[in-house]
């Protein structure tokens, strides 16, 4: 295993586990994916709270990324940031287009370009196509989950990229988590429409209220699109119960409820 950099970096041990390393930088607090930090022409981060860390707040042209940027060497201006509307559609980066209106989902293949979701409980999943250098980042919160999001993104990636699904590393950033995801039968039965084959194993029921798994329902979906089980890493962490180190919505208190975490893919220069 790579060793982390140690350029005066002290590596926390708070929401460390084996797919997962906490970093305390300077500018910045973040988690490092070793499944991604084995491929040294891929860079991948997910920016959380933290006393230096600067909040980020959806859909705002004020944001200030130079703090993340700097700690991971990436040019802020590189940046690009699909609208992220709770859609189903996935587009491909290009030099012209960078308002990605009614997008969800980002791909490329082009060097030095970061491409960024930003999510307090929804699911972040960063992809990397390494036989075709392509990367992909697909926000899907329970409303993309439900119009299968992640397929799009995978399917994406075989149509620009001639990607094989068999050679994609899908990880999947913390989220809210099955015991914190608690909903009511409108959006149980939704789930059970879609998910039929799979509704029983990913839902808890107590009583009028249902717990949904929507990381599995994530993962299961990449399976079925052909990405190798041993290939998708769950971060395994919840953002709800870790709110006091992650951005969360439903964790959060009232006045930070608008703050997001970033969850960054680039292939670098
Ligand atoms: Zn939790």
Redesign the pocket.
Known sequence: MKIPRSCGLAVSKMLDNENVKHIIGEQAEYLLFPALEKYPELGAAFAIKGARNYHYEPNSDEVDYSGIAKELNIDAESIVIPFQEHTATVAEFDDVVRDFKETDGLVTAKRGVTLCTKVADCISLLIYDPVHHAIGNIHSGWRGTLQKIALNGVKKMVEEFDTNPADLVCVLCPS?????FEVDADVYEEFANVFPQIIDEVTIQKGNKYYIDTVRCNTWMLERAGVGAENIIDSGL?????SNLINSFR?NVEAEKHFRNLALIWLKV
């Open positions: 809210i988590r099955q015991d914190h919840c953002t709800v119960c870790h964790g």
